[in-house]
């Protein structure tokens, strides 16, 4: 059970989203409690600057934004593929705190200008290890790195897992909602 603040244009999203994960099996969105909690986080730890690798539709974008758009904290996202691109331009249209990158995250992060407050990292799931290295020197100093599918797709994620882990810079946990979410908070 959940009592959030939606507006009627959040809820017609929101229906429009449900529509699509119901049609397109090439969506991969975030489970609804996976969603809220970030939704929550944002909205309680307010991290100005926010970068999400792994757009999709833009559904855990928007949950993400909708959160940041309290404090005025910018969401920045990446995906590579043109269509779940498209569908997020489309579905996120008139949500003004959202920047969208279209390329490869391992392009595209070494060019990003800010400093992050706080990153869901939820694409190329061997990329993980990738994005991480290429983010190390884009992290605020209180940045919290969520990274999803961290139980469903351990072995892909294991570098990314060892890595982190070991690293004397972040504090690290897994938690167990959703496909599995590791939650890693620098230091
Ligand atoms: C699990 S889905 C993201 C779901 C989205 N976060 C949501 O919950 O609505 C992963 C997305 O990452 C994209 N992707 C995979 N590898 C990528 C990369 N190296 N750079 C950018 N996007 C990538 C895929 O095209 C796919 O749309």
Same mark, same amino acid.
């Given at each position: 059970?959940?009592?959030?603040?939606?507006?009627?244009?959040?809820?017609?999203?929101?229906?429009?989203?449900?529509?699509?994960?119901?049609?397109?099996?090439?969506?991969?969105?975030?489970?609804?409690?996976?969603?809220?909690?970030?939704? /929550?986080?944002?909205? %309680?730890?307010?991290?100005?600057? #926010?970068?999400?690798?792994?757009? %999709?539709?833009?559904?855990?974008?928007?949950?993400?934004?909708?959160?940041?758009? $309290?404090?005025?904290? @910018?969401?920045?996202?990446?995906?590579?593929?043109?269509?779940?691109?498209?569908?997020?331009?489309?579905?996120?249209?008139?949500?003004?705190? @959202?920047?969208?990158? /279209?390329?490869?995250?391992?392009?595209?992060?070494?060019?990003?200008?800010? !400093?992050?407050? /706080?990153? /869901? *990292?939820?694409?190329?799931?061997?990329?993980?290890?990738? $994005? !991480?290295? !290429?983010?190390?020197?884009? !992290?605020?100093?209180?940045?919290?790195? @969520?990274?999803?599918?961290?139980? %469903?797709? %351990?072995?892909? *994620?294991?570098?990314?897992?060892?890595? @982190?882990?070991?690293?004397?810079?972040?504090?690290?946990?897994?938690?167990?909602?959703?496909?599995?979410?590791? #939650?890693?908070?620098?230091?």
């Amino acid at each position: 059970m959940e009592k959030l603040d939606l507006n009627q244009s959040d809820k017609k999203r929101l229906i429009k989203f449900e529509h699509q994960r119901q049609t397109n099996r090439r969506l991969w969105n975030i489970d609804k409690e996976t969603a809220h909690l970030l939704y /929550f986080w944002v909205k %309680s730890y307010k991290p100005k600057h #926010i970068l999400e690798i792994g757009t %999709s539709n833009g559904y855990s974008t928007f949950w993400l934004a909708k959160a940041a758009s $309290y404090h005025d904290g @910018i969401v920045e996202t990446i995906e590579v593929d043109k269509n779940r691109y498209k569908m997020a331009q489309e579905n996120l249209q008139g949500m003004v705190n @959202i920047k969208m990158h /279209f390329g490869l995250a391992e392009k595209i992060i070494p060019s990003l200008p800010n !400093l992050y407050n /706080f990153v /869901f *990292i939820d694409a190329g799931k061997i990329g993980y290890v990738d $994005y !991480l290295k !290429l983010m190390l020197d884009k !992290l605020d100093k209180d940045a919290v790195i @969520i990274a999803d599918n961290v139980i %469903s797709h %351990s072995h892909s *994620i294991q570098d990314y897992l060892q890595l @982190i882990r070991k690293s004397d810079l972040f504090e690290t946990m897994t938690l167990s909602i959703g496909a599995g979410l590791e #939650i890693s908070i620098k230091k």
